[in-house]
């Protein structure tokens, strides 16, 4: 089904190639996961699939990439589009209809079938992704996670024989997530389409995979997905304590891991995960916000919220998409409509003056960074921040070096990966040493390298004595990073506690480990490693 034979990809000004001599095939009915570091070339092996790579990026393309029998290097992108469909990044970016139905009809209509097979599809295309009650809903005014299950749907209405996917869930709540990789599932097992998919939230995926390509230095490996992960440099938390408890063969599931846990369980037993803080928090909050109400229209997104954040603690904000989420973010920030409601920054009322001393109070990393950035190059964007924050040259470039690794200060910002982009927005608004920091999704489009990172990062400004609040759905995130958890569902608090509280109860919000473990109240694979090594030290193990 899709062939590329000695492919090696290099881009205009690039010091090295992106990819190097790949040779692989997919078959027919087959879901392959991409997976690597942040940078590593997955969009363009994927860009590669449906053309996209060189007729849209530009670069040099060598070796030969056929799909579905159609040589890429003759047939650009839209002869393609009968058999490949393709869902980035960027949803919205994507978008060209206004409302939720007209989009899911679009692609049929550009295939010129008939309006009852287009009725037909959408209807099914609704129910598959449980998006129906967003039928007539308006595009820009659904969630981040609403946008990408339309997306989706955009693309599986015109029944593609390949489908695409660039990172699917990173938006997605992990209950929203399992219907969508279960619906491809079904598109893989039913119909025989087969799937390319590059995901960096690898717990979600790899127990679904036929076939993993795993990225590093520019070269592939491919391989059955048990195989590969065993010394993957990318591997979900399962596979890091199926290392940490050595387990033969690793096993890519929740299920498979607890059927081996045993031994596991019996050693851990007596023993706790450490429940101090991490950090002292202050007395008083930093930030105070009472009685806030948003609404869109007859659409209360937000009702009446009460909220407290306190300087050296970190607060992941939780909740299925289109709860209210980036909602309540942004009217606390400032910047979003609030209908009712106060906030208070250090007793300070929250509302009006100059945009400079309310970005060192308050500063909201967004879930589209590409917002934030309308410079040429990196560089320059970087020079500005640190410009606009009166920082020591170079300090908005240090913070992005700690974040993600490798950007070039010459490179255009719109050339950047998703993560990418993330970081250098991230460093830009850390650069203003904000009293309150608040992050929508950060973790998009990171790798576990990068998140580690950016946890280090977020603790440093914690330990500070800042605030830090991130709506996330990244679980695996939240377990390691957060101290508190805030759970909104349809606009209101539904849970407020510690990370372990709130989370170990949650079938939903729970970690791989917290499930492989439980009754036993682990939240990571290093919490597991660290009391091993202090059982090996207690009887005398190097």
Known sequence: MIRLERVSVTYHDAGRPTLVDVDVSIDEGELCLVVGHTGEGKSTLLGLVNGLVPHFTGGTVTGRVTVHGRDTRTHPPRELADVVGVVGQDPLAGFVTDTVEDELAYGMELLALPPATMRKRVEETLDLLGIADLRNRSLRELSGGQQQRVAIGSVLTAHPRILVLDEPTSALDPTAAEEVLAAVTRLVHDLGVTVVMAEHRLERAVQYADRILEIADGTVRSGDPATVMANARVAPPVVHLARTAGWDPVPLSVRDARRLAGPLREQLEGRQRPSTPKRPRSAAPVLTARDVTVRYGETVAVREVDLDLYGGEITALMGRNGSGKSSLLWAVQGSGPKQTGSVTVDGSDHAGGRAAEARRRVGLVPQ???????????????????????????SARALLDRIVEGIDSATHPRDLS?????????????????????????????????????????????SDGRAVMLSTHDVEFVAMAADRVVVLGDGEVVADGTTAEVVLTSPAFAPQVAKVLAPAEWLTPDEVADALAVDASADGRP
């Open 418 to 462: 998703e993560g990418q982009r993330l970081g250098l927005v991230l460093a830009i608004q850390l650069t203003a040493g904000p009293q309150v920091l608040l992050l929508d999704e950060p973790t998009r489009g990171l790798d576990y390298r990068a998140k580690a990172r950016l946890a280090e990062v977020l603790s440093e400004l914690a």
């Open 368 to 394: 589209t960074p590409a917002d934030l950035l309308y410079l040429a190059t990196v560089e320059e964007e970087l020079a500005e921040a640190d410009r606009e924050s009166a920082s020591t040259p170079g």
